[in-house]
């Protein structure tokens, strides 16, 4: 008797049913995910509160899900344009798929839908370089192109194979010295359960837009649609035991923060920032340096991950790019998204950082 063969099927869920679809996923999406960006609660969080339409496009292979791309789509200027869930403010993003057969029917699937409107762009940001939907893709998609992403430094075996300097030890001490210095009584909290959270999220907010914004930009979180997914993002990961603030405070006022995402044996750096007003103080250094020694303590620990962008704060042994994929239906959609960007580029160079702040401000 001839073996059976698997009844494979694709299928596009657009808006409210995509976001049933990745709801009624949750469980497959979280076997598969890797970081936080990659999980239910962040994806469900982005289709429900940020900008543009969830869409979901699901592969099952009699019956059972095998694959899922989950994306977001916005229409501009007569223009689809396409991003991972998530957009611009995932570290990490996943095609999600069991094997090759699964991430190459996934790929296809993908490409004909996008193939399907008239005008479009694809940017999608922050996978993997060896992810074969992204191959798969980039052969069936004319003119697309791979691009590395940004820098993402960490630190390889804290506490085995990598050491903290001494100088690297000392910082928070020298910060704390200061404050007792000046007749300041500060303290050193770490927050991972829910109603510590509730207390100091608002306060933390505040630190993050304000710093921001004194460094002359505007802050995700002055947009009102970014704000309610970070805190529902936020609160879902603390209700999933995954999120952990530490804090330096005087009082109630907090001087800095530095919110971290365990996943698996990888401790990653969400979000940090020193308050504006207390900047003397590096009540930043001090958390993050609580995050990283924490890890350096933890034997379950084995890589501290400060996500993307290379800075003097950031040091480690190691440092990885995840990559982007490019594509678009006609040249000139490319190269006018080319051009803006370079435009917007030149006008903030050109600014000088005091109107820059006025602007960041409003």
């Known amino acids: 008797m001839p073996a059976r063969t698997a009844v494979t099927a694709t299928a596009v869920a657009v808006g409210a049913a995509a976001l049933t679809e990745l709801t009624g996923l949750a469980s497959y999406v979280d076997r598969h995910s890797t970081a936080f960006s990659t999980s239910s609660a962040w994806l469900g969080a982005a289709a429900r509160h940020l900008p543009g339409e969830p869409v979901a496009i699901t592969v099952r292979r009699d019956g059972a899900v095998v694959g899922l791309a989950a994306l977001a789509v916005r229409r501009r200027r007569g223009v689809t344009r396409v991003e991972v869930l998530g957009g611009g403010l995932n570290d990490y993003a996943e095609l999600f798929h069991d094997d090759v057969d699964a991430a190459d029917v996934l790929a296809e699937a993908i490409a004909a839908w996008i193939r399907g409107h008239r005008r479009w762009s694809l940017a999608l940001s922050q996978l993997a370089p060896e992810d074969p939907v992204l191959a798969g893709l980039r052969a069936r998609l004319p003119g697309a192109t791979v691009v590395a992403g940004p820098p993402m430094p960490r630190i390889d075996g804290p506490g085995t194979t990598y050491r903290l300097s001494r100088n690297r030890r000392r910082k928070p001490h020298t910060a704390l010295n200061r404050l007792a210095s000046d007749g300041?009584?500060?303290?050193?909290?770490?927050?991972?359960?829910?109603?510590?959270?509730?207390?100091?999220?608002?306060a933390v907010i505040d630190v993050r837009r304000g710093r921001d914004h004194g460094s002359g930009r505007r802050s995700h979180l002055d947009?009102?649609?970014?704000?309610?997914?970070?805190?529902?993002f936020v609160r879902a990961a603390v209700a999933e035991g995954r999120a952990r603030m530490?804090?330096?405070?005087v009082g109630e006022e907090v001087l800095g923060f530095a919110t971290t995402m365990t996943d698996g044996a990888t401790l990653r750096l969400y979000d940090g920032?020193?308050?504006?007003d207390w900047l003397r103080y590096r009540g930043g250094i001090v958390?993050?340096?609580?995050a990283?020694?924490?890890?350096?303590?933890?034997?379950?620990?084995t890589t501290f991950d400060w996500l993307r962008g290379r800075t003097e704060a950031k040091f480690g042994n190691a440092e990885i790019h995840r990559c982007e994929l490019r594509a678009a239906s006609h040249a000139w959609i490319g190269a006018v998204d080319a051009w803006e960007a370079r435009a917007?580029?030149?006008?903030?160079?050109?600014?000088?950082?005091?109107?820059v702040r006025r602007i960041a401000e409003r």
């Open 184 to 202: 300041l009584a500060a303290t050193s909290l770490e927050v991972d359960d829910p109603e510590g959270f509730e207390r100091w999220l608002p």
């Open 292 to 301: 990283v020694q924490r890890a350096v303590a933890d034997p379950g620990i």
């Open 223 to 232: 947009d009102p649609a970014t704000r309610a997914f970070y805190e529902a």
């Open 273 to 276: 920032r020193v308050a504006q």
């Open 344 to 355: 917007r580029s030149r006008v903030k160079a050109m600014l000088p950082d005091a109107a």
């Open 246 to 249: 530490h804090l330096l405070v």
């Open 287 to 290: 958390c993050e340096m609580a």
